[in-house]
């Protein structure tokens, strides 16, 4: 799927996260929503923001979706819908809702 090896640094954590979101995915109770796909997406955006080759990083965060089998413009929708509407609000209005 990636085509390029993973960062020897980063190759357990990728590991770990492939198993981890798998188990998550086939648990019968999950129910994916906005606050899933935006906390998987800004979780991995700050995992791999210093990954020293750039222009793979984007193409890891792919893979990892495509090989669990989540839609990345979807989670990305579903994200951007979350931080819409949390934008201008408050701690404890954010909270109540």
Known sequence: MLGSPINALYKNMMTDIVGT???ILVNGRFQRDGIFSLGLLTS???LLRNY???DIKSDIVSSLLKSVGLDEEELK???RVIEDWA???TKDEISAA
Do not use: C, I
Request: charged share 40%; proline share 7%.
């Open 44 to 46: 991995l955006e700050l």
């Open 87 to 89: 934008k201008g609000k």
């Open 77 to 79: 929708v579903e994200a």
């Open 52 to 54: 020293p080759e750039e």
């Open 21 to 23: 979101l798998h188990l």
